[in-house]
């Protein structure tokens, strides 16, 4: 059923377009014959879209408005109206129309190549969308071209075409855009990151390493490119260097400091430094108040120092901030401890057990998509880093 508020959006378009062009198309006697044709087709689209037949409406409509450039706007409306519900097939038949037009000026014609590029993005026709954004692109004309880039980034990205990505955004220019020029930079550091990646799992360590400097060159508080550089030297064994990169992490981006922990604890046990591990996790707890954190500092100091150790640095540091994970890791070191014998206790470990193991882990701060695992682009409203681990009681 065609929507009653869609229905009322033509409408209103439906006037707007007929007075216009019966404004425009008066010209003496065949100007009154072209404004009682005008108003016949007029009342025809209202006819069909009452009717529900919004196919034969927009049909009417098209041939009812001469396309001219005082109507322009109104076709562009209607057809982005289309978009905006979905309507593709219909949104594409709109822009269409105005491309077949020959009284359009060109940069008329650029705007609606523009929109019909947006249309077939939408619907997922992303070689068409390619060919007429590449087109504007070679347009030096100015808005319609930087508008055009940035679709074309979207495409490459979808595509995983990487190094094209690269270069759309590279093309683009940041005075216009300065609100988006640091995610324009975030973007491309990631860009940078999958072809290391891709390096990376051919064994191509030396172009790895390449790809990682140019992410660090477009965003040196790149967290992803310091894992990546870390990763790379722990292949090669290098764990002074490997260490470097992890720990440059919290330095960049404090909220992926969980992603490095593990690495970071095997670095420290090849170079045969645990108590330098200890003080390294110490040092972060004053800073990062998480539970991974937290877990880890505790396995650290009842290796060294003992579970009753371990417990009493829980519980004190439980008082302060108390989380579930946090009670966790205090059940499981007092297991240690044979202090737990209580099957009520370990019934209240199960019991935690499934309240966390069953809550997410991961959440987009942006739009609140949830996961058990990190995404460096969320999956659903496709921003870079705004994947975040969950915090508060229930979480970090």
């Not at 377009?17 to 019966?22: D, E, H």
């Not at 550089?229 to 292949?235: F, K, S, V």
């Not at 019991?351 to 991961?362: E, F, H, S």
Request: charged letters at 25%; a neutral charge; hydrophobic letters at 40%.
């Amino acid at each position: 059923m065609f929507e009653p508020l869609l229905i009322l959006s033509l409408l209103l378009l439906a006037v707007v377009s007929w007075y216009a062009g019966t404004r425009y198309g008066r010209r003496k006697v065949e100007g009154q014959d072209r404004s009682r044709e005008l108003a016949q087709h007029y009342f025809q689209g209202i006819n069909f879209l009452l009717n529900e037949q919004p196919d034969q409406a927009i049909d009417t409509f098209i041939r009812s408005v001469e396309v001219t450039p005082a109507t322009l706007e109104t076709h562009l409306a209607l057809g982005n109206l289309m978009r905006q519900k979905g309507e593709m097939e219909r949104a594409t038949r709109v822009h269409q129309n105005l491309l077949s037009r020959p009284n359009l000026s060109h940069q008329q014609l650029c705007q609606a190549r523009l929109e019909l590029g947006r249309d077939f993005l939408k619907a997922g026709v992303f070689d068409r969308a390619e060919r007429l954004f590449l087109e504007l692109v070679e347009d030096e004309s100015g808005e319609l071209r930087q508008a055009s880039l940035f679709h074309l980034v979207h495409i490459y990205r979808h595509e995983q075409e990487w190094e094209k990505a690269i270069r759309a955004a590279d093309m683009i220019d940041r005075k216009r855009f300065g609100r988006d020029r640091d995610s324009l930079a975030v973007e491309q550091a990631h860009f940078c990151c999958e072809l290391a990646v891709q390096a990376m799992a051919e064994n191509d360590l030396l172009q790895a390493r390449r790809h990682l400097k140019s992410a660090l060159k477009f965003n040196r508080d790149s967290a992803r490119a310091s894992i990546l550089w870390g990763d790379l030297a722990m292949r090669a064994e290098n764990y002074p260097e490997a260490l470097r990169r992890y720990c440059a992490v919290p330095e960049q981006q404090l909220d992926y400091l969980p992603e490095v922990l593990e690495p970071v604890r095997r670095c420290y046990l090849e170079l045969g430094d645990r108590e330098g591990f200890l003080r390294q996790l110490r040092g972060w707890l004053q800073r990062y108040h998480g539970a991974s954190l937290l877990r880890v500092t505790s396995e650290e100091i009842a290796a060294q120092e003992g579970a009753g150790q371990a417990q009493v640095f829980l519980a004190d540091y439980l008082r302060q901030r108390p989380s579930l994970k946090g009670m966790r890791t205090l059940l499981r070191v007092s297991g240690q401890t044979g202090e737990d014998g209580d099957q009520y206790i370990q019934l209240l470990r199960d019991t935690l057990d499934a309240l966390i193991d069953g809550a997410p882990t991961y959440r987009c701060i942006h739009c609140g998509f949830k996961g058990a695992q990190l995404h460096w682009l969320c999956p659903q409203c496709e921003r870079w880093e705004t994947v975040r681990p969950v915090k508060g009681v229930q979480g970090e």
